[in-house]
Nanobody, 125 residues
Framework: QVQLVESGGGLLQAGGSLRLSCATS????????MGWFRQAPGKEREFVAA????????YYSDSVKGRFFISRDNAKNTVYLQMDSLKREDTAVYYC??????????????????WGQGTQVTVSS
């Protein structure tokens, strides 16, 4: 059974930085792409970032490009999301996700079949 556990969320002021971590278990980590999504109150879950199996390819939503950075450590079965220059509109529950298909690095919800429980990030002005 695939398990994903996020950590690192919190409350901070606009302009600050935060790093989220997602520890995984249950299958061969480096066979699958990983992603981060977020969901703000009253809104749909949206794509934030994705990283290929080897870490050689990364993808970002336009709203976070240049401020957020996704990385992975395959030796630790962990994926990270470094968030810099945070804005109030980044406030959301952030979810780690693991891809369904080992050969695809997607950016859509349907590309990911395993999800963490989410971690809250709140940015105040």
């Amino acid at each position: 059974q695939v398990q994903l556990v996020e950590s690192g969320g919190g409350l901070l002021q606009a302009g600050g930085s935060l790093r989220l971590s997602c520890a995984t278990s249950g299958r061969t980590f480096d066979n699958y792409a990983m992603g981060w999504f977020r969901q703000a109150p009253g809104k749909e879950r949206e794509f934030v970032a994705a990283i290929s199996r080897s870490g050689g390819y990364t993808y970002y939503s336009d709203s976070v490009k240049g401020r957020f950075f996704i990385s992975r450590d395959n030796a630790k079965n962990t994926v990270y999301l470094q968030m810099d220059s945070l804005k109030r509109e980044d406030t959301a529950v952030y979810y780690c996700a693991a891809a369904i298909n080992p050969f695809v690095t997607g950016t859509q919800l349907r590309d990911f079949g395993f999800w963490g429980q989410g971690t809250q990030v709140t940015v105040s002005s």
